[in-house]
């Protein structure tokens, strides 16, 4: 049997860091491939996997091996309290960017032009999961697969394509730029074939994506509150597609 410490050093300069039972849970869920997975305490993962996850808890049990506490912690830039860390193969670019491109889509294409916060970046990854949304797109010099974007979504990113490209590479489809001075949502009906951008946390939408924005569209806010956070500026406009027709699969 391989050494899963060893393998894990193999591995752990390009693979995908899933840190956590959920993380591991999620990826395994949408068919990542795990290459190795530790535990400090099998037991106590396997018991969570029979409580959350009993769908997937077989493949959990012939993927998890224990390790002492010291080796598991050695092997990750901080514990997580479920004592669970695994690493799994990132997937292709080349396969995303066919799933973005291929046209007609059944759910929008999330787009955030620059942001700035990692751990916004986790929560829009997550959301956008969890409406079947085709993927996430950033532009700028953040990137998604950041380890503490990764622990942010949950390891849901193995759930919708997610990819940096610029804003001359974005994916086909009408523009519906997200912005405090456009149009109220409550009027517009959202395309399943939607780019949905948003702009960065500190300055908001970019010049090149006003430019190529085909729809300017509010989120209701009374007057005298400037704007609200990104991640929660995602989850309300996916939340009108999916009221408004759109569905998560
Ligand atoms: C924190 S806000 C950016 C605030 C920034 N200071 C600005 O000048 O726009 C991040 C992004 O969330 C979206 N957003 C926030 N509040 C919004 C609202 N009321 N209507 C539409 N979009 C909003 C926009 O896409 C915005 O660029």
Redesign the pocket.
Known sequence: MTDPVALWHRQSGTAVLLDGFHALKHAVRFRAEVLVAVTADRAAALALADELAPDVRDTLAALLTEVPHATYASLVPRTHPTAVAALAVRPSRAGHLERLARTPRTAPVVVLDHPRNLGNAGAVIRLAAGFGATGVVTTGTLDPWHPTVVRGGAGLHFATAVERLTAGELPPGPVFA???E?EDIRGTKLPDDALLA????????SPELRARADHL???P?RPMV?????AT?VAMTLYHWSATGGAPA
């Open positions: 997200l912005d405090p456009g948003f702009g960065s946390e500190r300055s908001g939408l569209i509010a989120l806010m400037s704007s609200y956070n990104l500026s």
